[in-house]
């Protein structure tokens, strides 16, 4: 398995560009990965050499210390930089430097090395060559010494012509590593001469020249020069420019290659200029083409509209700047009873009714002071002097000759206004219906608060008695009498708060429904109805509980939210099991509003019926035995209410036994 960091494109890249051999090895030494570097050397393919053991490559008489390296690695994580013999495909040999490490972390299945090798043959050579020369030393010595001298004026003389030539000069190895730059180089990328040395030319190349590159670098590698090919430079700063590229080959004493210098020209002028040229040239073939197009789509559009004018359903007709018809469709001509070549020459004025003869006057008389004539309601007159209604609309245009000319549209609107007139009929007597209808439902309205207030008035004495009784100021009651008056008193109360949701209901109906908004504290009121409700509740053995946050503050009617509240616990109160009923009230901040929210372990709602329990009268349980009483208005008041205030009302429930929640939104004040 090959590590996930080698997978990387940016490892990946690293791995596979290296001047060095790399490979990787798992714990028992054999090849899971190689870059490209190590197999063009050894000559293999990948293929070739994966699943292998390394020591198959190395020279019988190194294997003990390769493999005392690999131990040493195992153990301690990485492993001595060791010099051994190594074998290519075809059998030649070679000295490399080997060194490795252990690689990956805990999610690795398994232990794996990564080894770098070094080819130090060169070395080796070297000191062969160095040997057998030694003797000859001496000998050379003063001839060596002349040569030296020699080559150091004539390396001093290219040097400074390399450092000042005014195009931009780096020196590459095989690896594509800059090893020498001039002042030119540096000063245009913006680096100092040490940042570039030893920094790869992909790092001074701009992105769109990479494919550029990698093709100049194989034509290299081919015959061995590079002659002007354009890539694009990048700058430290990011900025690009482009240049031509050009480069010879450099190769050691022995012939070998071992680089390149590469002169890069900026054509920035040059490439500018070429863009402009191109762009001028685009434009030139653009309006050339356009106007090519132009000449074909008039001579086709001349056919297309003479097509459309004359096969047009609607009426239309050309006139000149005296109202002369100097051409008209087919439609025209067979409307109006006429051939077109009667119609020729004839004026305006004889095809209008004479009941539409000012408004045609008027609107010739606008249309030549300029003005556009669009949808103008004109009566026209046929030939048998039969009329209709039509719609005029006129749009100008002027000839070669410069002259001011029209091209009308008429349309004939005689069903449309057969239509218009039947509507207005029916709108009239629409309108006397919904007058009757406002009449019926003003006087519904009138006799709701009549017997509303009606009701309430007998309503007063009859509590008022009630609860002068229940004080015993006309004698001591029995329990059986005290029991009677609590019914009574209790169905009174109900049916006063029945009054009141009607009257509420109404108001909120008409928008009449009146409003006095101060700033409160939502805790303070709601603290205040849960005292004075908390005994009547505790009674039927139900608990209210309340999570209150402080110092919300809202401009609203602080009697009409009292009421809200108390509709709702009470509503929370009647529908709560009377054993163990409970109720949760909580108050918090949400955003730029407060949240206020009622919830009950009662007998719950249905999903489907969550947004009809806010409707007028609407009743969960319709039947004539339902348990729990209610008009089906106190819910309605609630919403009424809310939004007056412009908050928002909503029930939640999970279903029927499963209790249900009333969430309330007010908007909140500093």
Not at 71 to 90: A, D, T, V
Not at 152 to 180: F, Q
Not at 384 to 411: E, H, Q, V
């Amino acid at each position: 398995m090959i590590p996930s960091r080698i997978l990387d494109q940016t490892y990946r890249t690293f791995y596979e560009i290296s001047p060095d051999f790399i490979c990787t090895l798992d714990e028992n030494g054999l090849i899971i990965d190689a870059n490209k570097r190590m197999l063009e050397h050894f000559g293999y393919s990948k293929i070739e050499v994966v699943g292998k053991p390394c020591f198959d490559f190395i020279a019988s008489g190194y294997k003990k210390t390769a493999l005392d390296g690999f131990k040493e690695m195992k153990e301690k994580g990485i492993g001595p930089i060791i010099e051994i013999q190594l074998i290519k495909k075809n059998g030649v040999t070679f000295f490399g430097v080997c060194h490795g490490a252990k690689i990956g972390g805990e999610l690795q299945e398994s232990d794996l090395y990564l080894i770098t090798i070094q080819d130090v043959s060169l070395i080796h050579e070297a000191l062969q060559k160095a040997k057998r020369a030694e003797e000859e030393v001496e000998k050379k010595y003063d001839e060596l010494k002349k040569t030296y001298d020699i080559l150091l004026a004539t390396e001093e003389k290219y040097k400074h012509l390399y450092d000042n030539s005014p195009d931009l000069l780096r020196t590459i190895d095989l690896n594509g590593m800059v090893v020498d730059c001039n002042k030119a180089y540096a000063e245009n990328l913006g680096y100092t001469r040490d940042e570039i040395i030893g920094s790869s030319i992909v790092k001074h190349t701009a992105e769109r020249s990479y494919h550029d590159l990698e093709k100049g670098i194989q034509e290299w590698k081919s015959i061995g020069v590079i002659s002007n090919i354009e890539i694009w430079l990048k700058r430290k700063d990011g900025s690009s420019f482009p240049t031509l590229l050009s480069g010879n080959s450099l190769y050691d004493e022995k012939g070998n290659l071992m680089g390149r210098t590469v002169s890069l020209r900026d054509i920035s002028d040059i490439y500018q200029a070429r863009i402009t040229i191109e762009q001028d040239q685009k434009k030139i073939n653009q309006q050339y083409g356009e106007l090519k197009n132009a000449n074909t789509l008039l001579a086709a559009a001349e056919q297309k509209f003479r097509s459309l004018y004359d096969t047009s359903p609607d009426l239309m007709r050309t006139i000149d700047h005296d109202g002369i018809i100097t051409d008209c469709n087919d439609a025209y001509a067979t409307n109006l009873g006429y051939s077109k070549k009667d119609v020729m020459g004839m004026s305006i004025f004889e095809h209008t009714a004479e009941k539409s003869m000012d408004s045609m006057r008027q609107s010739f008389d606008a249309w030549k002071s300029g003005l556009r004539i669009t949808n103008k309601e004109v009566w026209m007159k046929r030939k048998d002097g039969t009329i209709f209604p039509a719609l005029l609309s006129a749009t100008t245009f002027y000839g070669c000759d410069g002259k001011m000319r029209s091209n009308t549209i008429i349309k004939d609107i005689t069903e449309l206004y057969n239509a218009q007139k039947k509507i207005e009929e029916n709108e009239a007597h629409i309108r006397e219906q919904y007058d009757a209808l406002r009449k019926v439902d003003k006087s519904k309205e009138e006799f709701l608060t009549m017997i509303t207030h009606e009701l309430k008035t007998p309503l007063v004495p009859i509590q008022g008695y009630v609860d002068i009784l229940l004080t015993d100021a006309f004698g001591t009651l029995t329990d059986e009498q005290r029991q009677r008056l609590d019914i009574i008193k209790s169905n009174s109360q109900n049916l006063s708060k029945l009054m009141t949701d009607l009257l509420d209901v109404q108001k909120i109906e008409i928008g009449q429904l009146r409003i006095l908004k101060t700033r409160n504290n939502l805790a303070d009121i709601i603290h205040g109805i849960v005292e004075n409700i908390k005994l009547n509740a505790e009674k039927n053995n139900i608990k209210i509980l309340i999570h209150l946050q402080p110092d919300l503050f809202c401009m609203c009617d602080s009697l009409r939210i009292e009421q809200v509240i108390n509709n709702l616990i009470h509503n929370a109160i009647d529908f709560c099991p009377k054993d163990n009923g409970e109720i949760f009230i909580k108050l918090c901040a949400e955003g730029k509003n407060a949240r206020i929210i009622v919830k009950d372990n009662g007998i719950g709602i249905s999903k489907s019926k969550l947004d009809q329990i806010f409707v007028k009268f609407y009743q969960i349980d319709t039947s004539v035995t339902r348990e729990h009483g209610g008009s089906g208005l106190g819910l309605v008041v609630c919403k009424g209410i809310v939004e007056a205030h412009g908050g928002k009302i909503w029930a939640e429930s999970e279903g029927e036994g499963k209790g249900a929640e009333i969430h309330i939104l007010l908007p909140l004040v500093d």
